[in-house]
């Protein structure tokens, strides 16, 4: 069965500090990954979209990695602010399907 | 403004009453798709359409029925409602070419009594 985790399920970090958010995922045959930032009672917004064939995207302070044989992916997030607060959400799809499947989420707060 | 949208926001209802979620979206993706939210449970695909005529159910489609008639549109319909579809619904669209990069609708909080 195609899964995806995503641990912790819950962070709080200082502002300023660097951290690294965890999606792992069954199956390696993957056709793409996005992460998604989504706050409290609004919708999801699309933050870095990850082919197959790439390692990695970056925009702005994120950058997101893309490890296909171990089957993860991380987003690291520079210089945290407490405008980071927010679920983060990372959705896979699969080359055997058109289906979006999404990990539970990390609940992300920055205090400052 | 490229954007999804949902109609009504918010909804309070009572058990079998028929019901129907709008969504729209002006991007003119291929690609859309109707999602329920549930704490714990995270986001699960109710149902999807690539095209026009063409739906497909998702991981939870009981009790759910979709209809793809043009386009940019992509009504949910909710024929007899029960109090375990209380939940939030979001739609969301893409282009059925390339990135597949989806957007998403703002959601509608569904409360069935």
């Known amino acids: 069965k195609q899964e995806v985790t995503q641990i912790p399920a819950a962070l709080s970090v200082p502002e300023g500090e660097n951290l690294v958010l965890n999606c792992s995922f069954t199956d390696s045959a993957i056709y793409n990954l996005q992460w998604f930032r989504q706050d409290p009672g609004k919708g999801l917004t699309s933050l870095l979209l990850i082919q197959s064939s790439q390692r990695e995207q970056t925009s702005g302070r994120l950058n997101a990695s893309l490890d296909k044989s171990s089957g993860r992916s991380t987003l690291y997030i520079a210089a945290s602010q407490p405008g980071d607060s927010a679920t983060y959400l990372c959705?896979?799809?699969?080359?055997?399907?058109?289906?979006?499947?999404f990990g539970t989420g990390t609940r992300l707060q920055v205090f400052p | 403004e490229a954007q999804v949208t949902q109609n009504p926001r918010y909804l309070i209802t009572v058990t079998g009453k028929k019901l129907t979620v709008t969504c729209s979206q002006n991007m003119n993706h291929e690609y859309m798709s109707w999602y329920r939210q549930d704490p714990g449970l995270g986001l699960r695909q109710i149902y999807y359409?690539?095209?026009?005529?063409?739906?497909d159910k998702g991981d939870v489609p009981e009790g759910y029925k979709v209809s793809r008639k043009e386009k940019r549109n992509f009504p949910l319909i909710l024929e007899s409602p029960s109090p375990n579809q209380t939940s939030l619904y979001f739609c969301?669209?893409?282009?059925?070419?390339?990135?597949?990069?989806?957007?998403f609708g703002p959601g509608t909080r569904l409360t069935v009594t």
């Open positions: 969301a669209s893409s282009n059925g070419q390339g990135a597949y990069e989806q957007y």
């Open positions: 959705a896979v799809r699969w080359y055997n399907t058109d289906k979006l499947i």
């Open positions: 359409s690539m095209n026009v005529e063409v739906t």
